[in-house]
């Protein structure tokens, strides 16, 4: 039986990098954001449905998120009609690679999930790892990225659970200050799932 491990962290708190730390250590990750990148491609489960309700996202049989934000931006009720086409996907796509991974003797599940206490997720895992950092590393990591703003990365961050919340509800806090240290806490975490399979 693979340990379900959610992983989460506000933006800019380090998360993409530190799961690469698990799959380093031999864990099959799945990310949620590329699970809905596969779901919105040409042929991708979700385009079919995501274009009878946003006609305008559709370009080239793939989901444009460009043209698609757009249509939502324009449509305040369309997030619901959204969310209620992709998310029941998206838990598909998970299931299923949990499955796969079982199957292939994974002691070990990583699950990237950006909004994972935010949509109530943390109830199907049997942990929960949260990466953090102080917020002016996480402002100088965010506003750095191309295209961002200080007013979008505002709003994004208006929409997450504060980082406190989400530390004191986490299993372990993973300080992503710097790849040493985030790596130690990351072997660490699996040094003691693996002992208490063991156990």
């Known amino acids: ?33 590329a699970a809905v990148h596969r779901l919105y491609a ?36 369309g997030l619901k009609r959204l969310e209620s086409i992709v998310h029941p996907l ?10 796969k991974a079982a199957r292939d003797g994974a002691r070990i599940v990583v699950l990237d999930i950006p909004l994972l206490f935010e ?3 943390e109830g199907q895992m049997d ?5 953090s950092t102080d917020a002016e590393t996480q402002r100088r990591r965010v506003l750095a990225r191309p295209g961002m703003t200080a007013e979008t990365f505002a709003m994004i961050l208006s929409r997450q659970m504060p980082d406190a919340e989400k530390r004191a509800r986490a299993d372990w806090v993973i300080p992503t200050d710097t790849l040493d240290g985030a790596r130690a806490v990351v072997t660490a975490i699996c040094d003691e799932i693996l002992g208490r399979q063991d156990a």
């Open 42 to 77: 040409p042929g991708g489960a979700a385009v079919d449905a995501v274009a009878a309700a946003f006609p305008a996202a559709l370009q080239d049989g793939a989901i444009d998120r460009v043209r698609l934000k757009a249509a939502l931006a324009a449509d305040p009720a």
């Open 90 to 99: 998206v838990a598909a796509d998970r299931r299923d690679f949990i499955a």
């Open 119 to 121: 949509t109530g997720a």
């Open 127 to 131: 942990g929960v790892a949260v990466v």
């Open 1 to 33: 039986m693979s340990f379900l491990l959610g992983l989460t962290g506000s933006i800019g708190m380090g998360k993409s990098t530190t799961g690469q730390m698990f799959t380093e250590l031999g864990y099959p990750l799945w990310d949620a954001d």
